[in-house]
């Protein structure tokens, strides 16, 4: 470093700081799995769009007849190139021809401005589409590795394939921020239109930290539990959905559910002596 320096600035350069800056590691750790699960879950998404986009349009915006007037003059004008018109004034001439059309139908006044309901659809459209349409992959693929982090094991992560190859079995703070945005418009409209069992839990990034801090507590106590239906407990203690809700979401019975969360009680808080002295027997031989 120091002889780049000197060369670029001169001899006489002198360092004072010198820090390092080393990207976090990803979740998932190898590009190519990334890559295909990126590939994977769009095109699912754009099956979505695909399948719902016009009725979501239909709900969100109020006159969808004039955007669609409004897309057709665009989209016909910009295909036309008159022989009569330079290549250099091509794009002034679409300009005035769209405007010339949209304000002989009333979609702009005479100053160019168009109209206000007009506007305000466009807007919308766009919003549906950057922050609706755009966000269904990132939160499917979201909700189904916060679920595989809530309802495995620490030693069946480390031992066993899981769903998502090369995955990380724990994931440290900065890598669990990926998971605060609990993108509840998406969700409700996962959950109304494609009837996905699916939740959107504000700071599930907190959840799996509780989750692995958990793990890190039963660790060495050969504690056998049902972890299809752990997970499930900690959304449900840590969140208002209704136990019913939970259960839908996870496809795990609530029966199971209640259990699960007598057990994580009993190991934080063991209610007689003899299970605490064992507890702390078992942590002082490991």
């Known amino acids: 470093y120091e002889d780049e320096l000197r060369r670029r600035f001169g001899k ?3 360092i004072e700081r010198l820090e390092f800056h080393r990207t976090k590691p990803t979740i998932i750790n190898d590009k190519h799995t990334c890559t295909n699960l990126a590939l994977a879950y769009v095109k699912h998404a754009e099956d979505i769009v695909e399948r719902h986009g016009e009725a979501i349009f239909e709900d969100k915006i109020k006159d969808l007849n004039n955007l669609k007037i409004y897309d057709e003059i665009i989209y016909s004008v910009n295909l036309e ?34 109209d206000r309901g007009l506007k305000k659809d466009l807007k919308e459209r766009e919003k549906i589409k950057t922050k609706i349409f755009a ?18 094991s620490q030693d ?3 031992r066993y394939g899981s769903p998502f190859p090369y995955i ?25 239109k494609e009837k996905e069992h699916i939740l959107s839990v504000p700071d599930m990034d ?32 840590n969140s208002n959905y209704s136990i019913k809700e939970v259960s839908y979401a996870f496809k795990v019975g609530e029966k199971s559910i209640k259990r699960e969360i007598n057990n994580m009680k ?21």
């Open 12 to 14: 006489g350069v002198r």
């Open 81 to 114: 190139k008159p022989e009569f018109i330079d290549s250099s004034d091509l794009e002034d001439w679409r300009k005035d021809k769209i405007n010339k059309t949209l304000e002989e139908l009333g979609l702009i006044d005479k100053f160019g401005h168009l």
């Open 135 to 152: 966000d269904i992959a990132p939160t499917l693929i979201l909700w189904d590795i916060s679920k595989y982090y809530l309802c495995t």
């Open 156 to 158: 069946r992560r480390k």
């Open 168 to 192: 990380r079995g724990d994931i440290d703070r900065q890598q669990r921020k990926v998971f605060q945005n609990p993108h509840t418009q998406v969700v409700n409209l996962l959950r109304e």
């Open 206 to 237: 907190l959840l799996l930290h509780k989750k692995f801090k958990f793990e890190g507590k039963i660790k060495n106590l050969n504690i056998k539990l049902n972890y299809a239906a752990v997970g499930p407990a900690i959304v449900f203690t």
């Open 266 to 286: 009993s190991i934080r808080k063991p209610n007689t002596k003899r299970s605490r002295d064992f507890i702390d027997l078992v942590k002082n031989k490991s």
